[in-house]
């Protein structure tokens, strides 16, 4: 999705007639279906001036093309400036212009890390080389026009109101400033003459178009690339706050003081990247000799990861790797470097099937390691007995004396890289109010049936592709097939549909069997994971009713752990037990409806449901 596209002739009588900002905002609202703050039409305003005053060489072709706003595929990140044409050579290029109106910047300890002003007050952000060069590589990732070299891309970054302060270009920088220069304001000439290098031609052959239209290349998933990166090889780009989140732990890991104990919180919604943060945690520090393991309650992701490592590995190295969030109860203090907790939000008081083994596990985690790991989203808490909140990891890292680090990832990679996808599905939901009322202008595959069959056949369609689509469910039927193999589970009769849990077969394994297509997940098997396209079916536990969501726990089944105790609790705290069961239930459907990369199908078992998703839509 590109906000604004010309050519540099164009581009120079747009910023010269002094309404270069005008248009900008004018097709971004168009594209975008939004407004946009007075601060970010006064930065465009300033930084094409400049831009133009770099590109004012006749050598700079007057037909080369200017790309303003362009959204890189399935993240939300944006780029600001992109230059197209050919080089003496006649091979299409693009060059990339991270812009900043930053005035002053600080060095940081950290790999890729600068501090500046930015937001109100000074914050570590990624180094603008780092951010230029990793963005350039996202669109290399997901572009086929681009990654099968038909066009070449070249990334810098361009600070227009900084002065040197021999910071930015601190040999400490080198590996990133050598990938991507960064130009300052005294470097208008040197700016030019590197896009001159590049840029001899104008936009003779659409390269933009090319780019814009180029085919997405289908998304790395984190479990098929486990292996790969286990062996060194570099898989995934950490952008923005992924990157600062990374090195924040790469520091508090490799520089702790002897007897230091750190605890660091990392919160982030789906698709934010949490998992592919951890596990390049885990790779990372495994490979500079720390003892190290990635712990989950839900078993799903260790299970999916340990039977594609299989045969790479031994077993006891893979169990080493991976470990459950109850295995700590009598865990010496201090014995790991590092326990990197994904999902933390599903973390419990005790452990063991009958919730009687140890204290509680956020205490257990955080004493058996000398660095704690927590990534968080405490709206996936979808159990009764969850605990996993900031507040209460913060309580008893102050209780072991552990210096505390937080961050926050919102660099949205599923959902097609809509933010605006997530906002809606929480409004939607009532989980929260957001101003995205409808999905109109997000790049999103949404889409509602009036029959589970249609959903299914959808899904079934989708899964051709890569085998990375499936279908899910509330958990709102008995597992009947548990006991007689015969029986099916979810049975909707007035559609004829009627099949089973996944859980008997292939179990935590479902996501990568290829005949679990047949199947239906539940929030068990696919909290934490990805797919391509999900298909949801919403239950009777979720209903509107006049407009208004009316969650109801006594419509899930009675199979479901995730509310056992709730019938107790209502009895004795009905006003408590409603509360906990409501947040229970929308969680549950804003984690299922969050799974897919690229789309989400629904279907609604109540009719009055169905038209409110389609009134919202």
Known sequence: MIVYKSTKESFTADVETGMVEEVIEAKYNATL?????????????????????????????????????????????????IITGKNKSKQDHAVIVE???????????????????????????????????????????????????????????????????????????????????????????????????????????????????????????????????????????????????FEYVMDAVLNRKKGQKRVVIIEGGPGTGKSVVAINLLVKLTAKNRFVSYITKNSAPRTIYSSLLTGDMKKSHINNLFKSSGSFTDTEPNLFDALIVDEAHRLNEKSGMFRNKGENQIKELISASKTSVFFIDEDQRVHIHDIGEKQEIRKWAAEAGAEIIETELSSQFRCNGSDGYMAWLDHALQIRETANTDLKGIDFDFQIFSSPNEVFDKIKEKNKENNKSRMVAGYCWDWNSKKNPDEMDIVIPEHDFAKKW??????????????????????????????????????????????????????????????????KMMKEEPAKANELAETIIKNTYRTLMSRGMKGCYIYCTDKETEEYFKAMT
């Open 502 to 567: 996944n859980l008997a077969d292939d179990g935590m394994l479902w996501l990568i069997k290829e005949e679990s297509i047949n199947e239906i997940g539940c929030i068990h098997t696919c909290q934490g994971l990805e797919l391509d396209y999900v298909g949801v079916i919403i239950g009777p536990d979720f209903k509107i009713r006049n407009g208004e969501a009316v969650t109801d726990a006594y419509e899930r089944s009675s199979n479901d752990r995730s509310i056992f105790g709730i019938k």
């Open 33 to 81: 279906n939004r407004g946009v703050s007075k601060n970010e039409k006064r930065s465009w305003q300033n930084s094409m001036m400049y831009m133009n005053t770099v590109l004012t060489d006749y050598e700079i072709p007057l037909d080369a093309g200017i790309t303003i706003e362009m959204q890189i595929p399935q993240t939300s990140k944006r780029i600001d400036f």
């Open 99 to 245: 812009l900043k109106q930053w005035e002053t910047a600080e060095k940081t300890g950290l790999d890729g890390i600068v501090k500046t002003f930015i937001g109100g007050g000074k914050r570590e952000v990624s180094h603008p080389s780092y951010q230029a060069w990793s963005y350039a590589a996202l669109l290399n990732d997901f572009n086929e026009a681009v990654y099968d070299g038909d066009i070449n891309l070249k990334a810098c970054a361009f600070l227009h109101n900084y002065h040197s302060n021999e910071v930015l270009d601190d040999p400490f920088y080198q590996d990133h400033t050598e990938k991507a220069p960064v130009f300052m304001k005294k470097d208008i000439t040197k700016l030019r003459e590197y896009i001159k290098s590049f840029i001899k031609y104008g936009d003779s052959d659409n390269i933009i178009y090319r780019i814009e239209n180029g085919r997405i290349r289908p998304s790395k998933m984190l479990a098929d690339s486990l292996s790969s990166m286990l062996k060194g090889n570099e898989e995934f780009i950490m952008i923005d706050e992924q990157k600062l989140a």
